[in-house]
C-alpha cells in the first residue's frame, strides 16, 4: 500500500521505469480488489436479504409474466453506479496516460549528459557505441543511479535486447532504431540476453552488464580513452625531437567542443607518450610533422574506441649517414630510459 500511496507523493524525477510500471500495477490491483469486493458483498447482501423464505407474501407485489419493469426511486441507484464507475475509470486512464508519458520522455535530468548507448546486435552477440566514442563488445558497464539511455538497433536478423534483472527490453531490428532508458540502482552483474529466436546461437547470445559506482564508472570511462603513441625512426629507435604531432577528430564540426589537439616533444618522454584528458573517443586523423624537414610527413587515422597504443615510425632521409656517428651516443642515453621501460611494460611487452 506504501507503493499505491507514493504514486501520488514521490516525485516524479526519482522513479524509475520499473517503479512506474509496479506502481499502475498495484494501483489497478488495489481498485480492481476494491470494486469487486463492493460488488460481490452487494450481490451477496441482496441475495441474502431477498432469499426464499419458502412461503408466498400476499403483500409482496411480484411481478407478472410480461410486465415492463418501471425502476424505482428515479433510477438513484443506476445513476450512482454508473457515474461511480465512470470516475474511477476516467481518473485511471488520465493518471495512467500521464504515467506513460514519463515512461516515454524519461526522467527530467538534463538528458544532454545523460549516457547513451547504441546497442547492435549481431548473430551472435551485442556492440555497443558510447556517445563519448567508447566501443565494446559483449561487455556494458554502467554507473549506479543515472538515467541511461540506449537505442537499440540489429546488423542483420532481428533479435531483441533485455536485461531481466534490471527489467530492460528492446527491439533490435535491422533498419530501424529503438529507445528505452533504465537506472540501475546497485552495483553488480547481469547478464544482457536475446529475446528473439534468431539462429543457432541464438541461447549463447549473452552479454555482460556490470553496474558499478559512479566514480568506478569515471575510472573505466578514463582507462577506456587512453591514448599512447611512440615515435621511432627506420632502425626502431626512438625520436626525441624536432617533430610536431596534432590529432583531430574526423567529425571534429559535430562537437561543441573543439577536439584538435597538438603537442611537442616536450610533451614526450623518450619517444613516447600517454595522453589521458581527450574525453572523446572516435576516429581521430593523426599529423606527424618534422619541424626542421629530416622525415616525410606521417597522416594516418587511429580508431580511438578504447585503450590504444600506436607506433609510428618515422622515415628520416639522411639517417644512413648519421647512423654511425650519432649511434653510439644515443644508444648510451637510451640505455637506463629503455632498462626502466622494459620493467613496466613487462606484462604487455609480447608484441
Ligand atoms: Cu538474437
Known amino acids: 500500500m506504501t507503493t499505491i500511496f507514493n504514486a501520488y507523493t514521490t516525485p516524479l524525477e526519482v522513479q524509475t521505469r520499473v517503479d512506474v510500471f509496479e506502481e499502475i500495477f498495484l494501483v489497478f490491483l488495489g481498485l480492481g480488489t476494491l470494486v469487486g469486493v463492493v460488488v460481490i458483498a452487494y450481490t451477496l447482501y441482496n441475495a441474502y436479504k431477498y432469499r426464499d423464505s419458502g412461503e408466498p407474501d400476499d403483500s409482496e407485489d411480484l411481478p407478472t409474466l410480461g410486465e415492463l419493469p418501471t425502476g424505482g426511486k428515479g433510477g438513484k441507484k443506476l445513476f ?80 531483441t535486447y533485455g536485461i531481466s534483472d534490471l527489467r530492460v527490453k528492446s527491439d533490435a531490428i535491422p533498419g530501424e532504431y529503438d529507445d528505452t532508458w533504465f537506472i540501475a540502482e546497485e552495483t553488480g552483474v547481469h547478464d544482457a540476453e536475446c529475446f528473439e529466436l534468431c539462429g543457432v546461437g541464438h541461447s549463447d ?40 604531432l596534432t590529432l583531430e577528430h574526423q567529425d571534429n564540426d559535430e562537437f561543441d567542443d573543439d577536439l584538435s589537439f597538438a603537442y611537442e616533444p616536450e610533451d614526450f618522454e623518450n619517444g613516447s607518450i600517454e595522453i589521458g584528458d581527450i574525453e572523446q573517443g572516435g576516429e581521430y586523423d593523426i599529423e606527424i610533422v618534422s619541424t626542421d624537414d629530416e622525415f616525410e610527413t606521417v597522416e594516418e587515422t587511429i580508431d580511438f574506441t578504447g585503450p590504444t597504443d600506436e607506433t609510428f615510425t618515422l622515415e628520416f632521409d639522411d639517417l644512413e649517414e648519421e647512423d654511425d656517428e650519432e649511434d653510439d651516443e644515443e644508444e648510451d642515453e637510451t640505455d637506463d630510459e629503455a632498462e626502466a621501460t622494459d620493467d613496466d611494460t613487462d606484462e604487455g611487452g609480447d608484441d
Open 80 to 159: 450512482l453506479s454508473f457515474g461511480l464507475s465512470a470516475i474511477i475509470v476516467i481518473s485511471l486512464v488520465v493518471w495512467t496516460y500521464g504515467m506513460l508519458l514519463y515512461v516515454e520522455d524519461g526522467p527530467d535530468d538534463n538528458p544532454d549528459d545523460a549516457i547513451e548507448v547504441e546497442i547492435e546486435g549481431w548473430a551472435f552477440g551485442w556492440d555497443y557505441y558510447y556517445d563519448n566514442g567508447i566501443e565494446t563488445t559483449d561487455e556494458f558497464v554502467i554507473p549506479t543511479d543515472e538515467a541511461i539511455w540506449i537505442e537499440t538497433t540489429s546488423r542483420d536478423v532481428w533479435h
Open 205 to 244: 547470445m549473452y552479454s555482460e552488464v556490470e553496474v558499478v559506482e559512479p566514480d568506478e564508472y569515471e575510472a573505466w570511462v578514463d582507462e577506456q580513452l587512453t591514448l599512447s603513441i611512440t615515435l621511432e625512426d627506420q632502425n626502431e629507435q626512438r625520436v626525441t625531437d624536432g617533430f610536431e
